[in-house]
Every structure is written in structure tokens, then in C-alpha cells.
């Protein structure tokens, strides 16, 4: 580990960066490397002798020096900023992009950056993704001709695995915020064939959405927060939306308790749902529940709670562009068109539109569990709660 520099070490290092400024580089590196021979385990001297072989040219030679200070710091955020910058005079922006992706993951957070790094970190992300995009994009042409092999297979997740390769998607995986049950694979959007009765969901989109134009003519009627923190709970990046009627849902269940009176007022959702295979969990599932977001507002990403169920979305009012985000997988809604998707990879969802968008969400159990996981997995939550309600 590099010790502070001794006040000798310091007074030549202020002496060879005078000795830059004035012009005199080879001056500078001489000193430099002279006290290099008297104090080799100093990371300090070795950045400012890559300084002085930059100042003269001798680009190569910066490289090494550098190399010689992360020998002894490799976590020096400096020395690895200035080797990808040097490595892009050389002409070898793929070297840089990988010497400045390791100089990012420990450099500090940019509200927190000195202003003088502000610019050479900022440069440092954007020639991480220009090569991240053009690595991808010479993977992706490269590979085309063995794609068209097998034209007509499913490739989307091969496709995502080639841009997850080369940066330009993250690694998303199932982060359950209360229960977490393993060996279930994080698949954002699951496929329709598990949900045989998915098609008779979206033939009653006409019915839902009656009852639902009755409630929005009243104003919302019976719509609360969806979010609302009780006072003292870390609002994280939902303070925006925390008591606010920019995100809004009537519930027809709640934490597995029927809702009554939401209930009486849509009779023929009520009816619907009763006969889908929705999620069982007493005192916790199942849930069901029209969601509504306000014109040019966004739910910010985040995860939900446990990977045993799905949720399904049916969108009902779509008065223009609105999206959603599981994991890497971006989509729209399209009026009549429900997916089920795994709430505890991260997601998120926007309405640009000048008008309210509005959704109706239900979960059901993930269908990767065989019916007995389902039993156990009833009884573990019902027990797991006397346990934490028995003080």
C-alpha cells in the first residue's frame, strides 16, 4: 500500500510540476526519476513521472509509469483515469474503455467529484458506451448470418445476453424486497402459454373498463395514494409520489381481504377475477387493484416483494404514449393485451400522455411452482407472521 509521501518526496514533486510549467520536461523528469530510485514504493512520484513522459511525448512510457503506480495503488481512481486518457492519444480506445470501466466503478459519485474531474469522468462514461455500442454492434453483425440459420426460434434471449457481453444492458436479477424463494429464474415477462386463461382476461376488457369509466365520471372516486409511508419510513425515490395522488388505486384486494365496498361498485370486475387463479396466500395475496397514473408522471424503478407470485397488468385507459420497463425489456401497452411479469426484477413505468393513464393489476402465483412448493410456501408466510406478531 502507498504510504502519505514523505515532505522530501513532496518538495521534489512540487519542484519537477514548476519545473512543467515552465516548459522544461526533461528537466522535470530527470528530478522525477531520481527520486523514484530513492523512493520506489511511492505511487505519487510514479504518476507524476507518467505526467512528465506525457508532457514530452513519450506516451509508452506514461503507460508504464502508471502501470508502476497501480502496482502499488490498484485502487487509485487517478492513475487508472489517466492511463485511459492516455491510452486514447494512443489510438486504443477498446484498451481505454476497459481501463476507464474500472476507473468508474470506484471513482466517487459525480455530485460528489471535484469540478476538475467533472469533465475527464464524464469523458470516461462516454467512451465506455461508445465502445460497449460498437463492440455490440460488431457482435450482433458478425453473428447475423448464424441468427438466420434459425430464423423462426426464439432469440430474445440470446440477443439480450450479446448486449448484457458488451455493456450495453445490466444484469438484472430478482431482488425481493421481503421474500426471496431460490432457484426460480428472473425472467421479466413470462410466456402466454403458462396463462391458458389470459384470453378470456382481455375478452373482458370491454366489461372492466365499463365499471371502470363510471369511477373515473365520479372523479376517482374511492382512489388513495398507492403509495403512503406512515411518518418516519425512509422514502427513498418514491418521496415524490409518497401521499400523492399522481399514482392512485382503488383496491378490490388487498393483502388477501376482499374489499367490499370497492367491490360492490364493479360487480362485473369483481365477478372476472373471482374466477382466475389468482394468488392465495392468506394475509397476503390475493391482491387486485386499478392503477392510475396522472399525465407526465413516472413510477421510479424498484422491486417488489417476493418472486413466489406474478403480477398481471390489463390496460384500460391509454390516452397516448405510455411505457414500462421490467429488467431490460422495454415495452407499450396495447389496448386488449395483458402480460404477466416478475415485479421483484427491477421495473418501472411512465405516462407521457396529457391524460391519465389507467391499468387494473392482480398477482398470481408464479407458475414455476409445483403445487406442493404452493402449500408449503402458504403455511411458511401464515407462520413466519405469528412468529414475528408473538411479542
Not at 5 to 27: F, H, N
Request: charged share 20%; net charge negative.
Amino acid at each position: 500500500m502507498n504510504a502519505s509521501p514523505s515532505e522530501a518526496v513532496k518538495a521534489q514533486i512540487s519542484a519537477a510540476q514548476t519545473m512543467l510549467r515552465s516548459g522544461d520536461g526533461s528537466g522535470a523528469l530527470q528530478l522525477l526519476e531520481q527520486a523514484v530510485q530513492e523512493n520506489p514504493n511511492s505511487s505519487d512520484l510514479y504518476m507524476n513521472v507518467a505526467m512528465a513522459h506525457r508532457a514530452t511525448g513519450s506516451l509508452p512510457a506514461a503507460v508504464n509509469a502508471l502501470n508502476r503506480a497501480l502496482a502499488i495503488e490498484p485502487y487509485s481512481f487517478l492513475a487508472l483515469l489517466s492511463k485511459g486518457s492516455i491510452l486514447e492519444q494512443m489510438n486504443q480506445p477498446k484498451g481505454a474503455a476497459e481501463v476507464y470501466k474500472n476507473a468508474l466503478k470506484i471513482a466517487p459519485a459525480a455530485q460528489n467529484a471535484p469540478s476538475s474531474l467533472k469533465a475527464p469522468l464524464a469523458r470516461a462514461q462516454e467512451v465506455v458506451e461508445q465502445q460497449a455500442l460498437a463492440m455490440a454492434d460488431f457482435l450482433h453483425q458478425e453473428l447475423a448470418p448464424l441468427q438466420a440459420k434459425h430464423k423462426g426460434d426464439d432469440n430474445s434471449r440470446f440477443l439480450e445476453a450479446v448486449d448484457v457481453l458488451t455493456g450495453v444492458k445490466k444484469v438484472y436479477n430478482a431482488e425481493p424486497i421481503q421474500f426471496h424463494y431460490p432457484r426460480l429464474p428472473a425472467i421479466p415477462f413470462f410466456d402466454r402459454s403458462y396463462f391458458p386463461w389470459m384470453g378470456d382476461l382481455e375478452a373482458a376488457t370491454d366489461d372492466i373498463r365499463g365499471e371502470l369509466t363510471t369511477l373515473l365520471e365520479e372523479g376517482l372516486s374511492g382512489f388513495s395514494p398507492y403509495v403512503a409511508y406512515a411518518p418516519g419510513t425512509p422514502e427513498n425515490q418514491f418521496k415524490a409520489l409518497n401521499h400523492n395522488n399522481n399514482w392512485s388505486s382503488l383496491w378490490l384486494w388487498r393483502d388477501g381481504h376482499r374489499q367490499e365496498e370497492a367491490m360492490a361498485r364493479c360487480p362485473k370486475t369483481t365477478s372476472i377475477l373471482d374466477e382466475l387463479p389468482m394468488a392465495d396466500q392468506p394475509g397476503f395475496a390475493p391482491t387486485a387493484l386499478f392503477s392510475a397514473l396522472a399525465p407526465r408522471t413516472k413510477i421510479p424503478p424498484h422491486t417488489g416483494s417476493t418472486n413466489v407470485r406474478l403480477l398481471v397488468h390489463l390496460p384500460l385507459v391509454l390516452p397516448g404514449p405510455a411505457g414500462f420497463r421490467v429488467g431490460n425489456d422495454v415495452r407499450e401497452w396495447k389496448m386488449g393485451e395483458a402480460w404477466a411479469f416478475d415485479d421483484t426484477i427491477e421495473h418501472e413505468a411512465w405516462n407521457d400522455a396529457d391524460e391519465t393513464r389507467v391499468i387494473m393489476i392482480f398477482d398470481v402465483w408464479n407458475p414455476l411452482l409445483s403445487e406442493a412448493e404452493k402449500d408449503l410456501i402458504r403455511q411458511l408466510l401464515i407462520t413466519h407472521r405469528s412468529w414475528m406478531e408473538s411479542d
